[in-house]
Nanobody, 124 residues
Framework: QVQLVESGGGLVQAGGSLRLSCAGS????????MAWFRQAPGKEREFVAA????????YYADSVKGRFTISRDNAKNTVYLQMNSLKPEDTAVYSC?????????????????WGQGTQVTVSS
């Protein structure tokens, strides 16, 4: 089993920045990829970004490309999401996810482990 704990959410003004962290514990050697998803009230969960744990390949949703950066620290078993130039439409609960399978998909149901989520609110 793998446990994931997010931190770093909060309230920020439009144009500001936040950095989310997701610390993994347990059988982290089984992880192939990690990702961030978000869900706003009344909307479906959507893909934000993913990273290949060993090689560092990254993938982004078009809506965040150029503003968000996903990275990882293998020694700390932690993945980060640096969010810059935040917009009110980025407001959502952000959750990190981990996957054992050999790919980094954009579909949430292909991930095996989930954190509890952290709220990000961007005011206009």
């Amino acid at each position: 089993q793998v446990q994931l704990v997010e931190s770093g959410g909060g309230l920020v003004q439009a144009g500001g920045s936040l950095r989310l962290s997701c610390a993994g514990s347990g059988r982290t050697d089984s992880i192939y990829a990690m990702a961030w998803f978000r869900q706003a009230p009344g909307k479906e969960r959507e893909f934000v970004a993913a990273i290949n744990w060993n090689y560092g390949n990254t993938y982004y949703a078009d809506s965040v490309k150029g503003r968000f950066t996903i990275s990882r620290d293998n020694a700390k078993n932690t993945v980060y999401l640096q969010m810059n130039s935040l917009k009110p439409e980025d407001t959502a609960v952000y959750s990190c996810a981990a996957r054992r399978g050999r790919s980094a998909p954009t579909t949430w149901y292909e991930y095996d482990y989930w954190g509890q989520g952290t709220q990000v609110t961007v005011s206009s």
